[in-house]
Antibody, heavy 120, light 106 residues
Framework: QVQLQESGPGLVKPSQTLSLTCTVS??????????WTWVRQPAGKALEYIGR???????NYNPSLTSRATISVDTSKKQFSLRLSSVTAADTAVYYC????????????WGQGTRVTVSS | SYELTQPPSVSVSPGQTASITCSGD??????TYWYQQKSGQSPVLLIYQDTRRPSGIPERFSGSNSGNTATLTISGTQAMDEADYYC?????????FGGGTKLTVL
């Protein structure tokens, strides 16, 4: 079965760029209709949609993050990535990658999450 | 921007029925999704397209959606159901999550 695993630095300095990668294992990344998503969750707070990417490269972002977020995909490596620029302490959160498009438009597979702290 | 509102907390006794609501403008005209998140774990999809359960989700979880309110119902609530629950909908091709509801099984 498909599994997702996030990776990347756990500590990022303010004003720098946060970079995370999600690796897809155990199944195809390229099936039409799938989209690959980033969601974050500050400690004790709700889930927040960051954005998604299709295999075609088409993207969609949360309007509140669209100026700072970039999602890309590398199907040869079975990975997709998130870059979030000009980070502040408000970007401290657990970052999840997830798959959509298999079960209606719900997110049926999630990574375990990776905690990112923005601090000098 | 579109908003989904959930009660911060709901309490239920074991074996009873728990109902968690999610409100949004004309939500009944959109599909609603529900996720369960236990402490320290990743979210799990419980309900999709208002009423459908992914394989492996127990029948005690059900959903409905009409007017401005979607509801997640847990019948015969068990101690293992204690968790945070999030609703989710799509608006203008973007994803919106509710603020989450903490379910306590007393």
């Amino acid at each position: 079965q498909v599994q997702l695993q996030e990776s990347g630095p756990g500590l990022v300095k303010p004003s720098q760029t946060l970079s995370l990668t999600c690796t897809v294992s155990g199944g195809s990344m390229s099936r039409g209709g799938y989209y690959w998503t980033w969601v974050r969750q500050p400690a004790g707070k709700a889930l927040e949609y960051i954005g998604r990417i299709y295999i075609s490269g088409s993207t969609n972002y949360n309007p509140s993050l669209t100026s700072r977020a970039t999602i890309s995909v590398d199907t040869s490596k079975k990975q997709f990535s998130l870059r979030l620029s000009s980070v502040t302490a408000a970007d401290t959160a657990v970052y999840y990658c997830a798959r959509g498009g298999e079960v209606g438009d719900g997110f049926d597979i999630w990574g375990q999450g990776t905690r990112v702290t923005v601090s000098s | 921007s579109y908003e989904l509102t959930q009660p911060p907390s709901v309490s239920v006794s074991p074996g009873q029925t728990a109902s968690i609501t999610c409100s949004g403008d004309k939500l009944g005209e959109k599909y609603t999704y529900w996720y369960q998140q236990k402490s320290g774990q990743s979210p799990v999809l419980l309900i999709y397209q208002d009423t459908r359960r992914p394989s492996g989700i127990p029948e005690r979880f059900s959903g409905s959606n009409s007017g401005n309110t979607a509801t997640l119902t847990i019948s015969g609530t068990q101690a293992m159901d204690e968790a945070d629950y999030y609703c989710q909908a799509w608006d203008s091709s973007t994803v919106v999550f509710g603020g989450g509801t903490k379910l306590t099984v007393l």
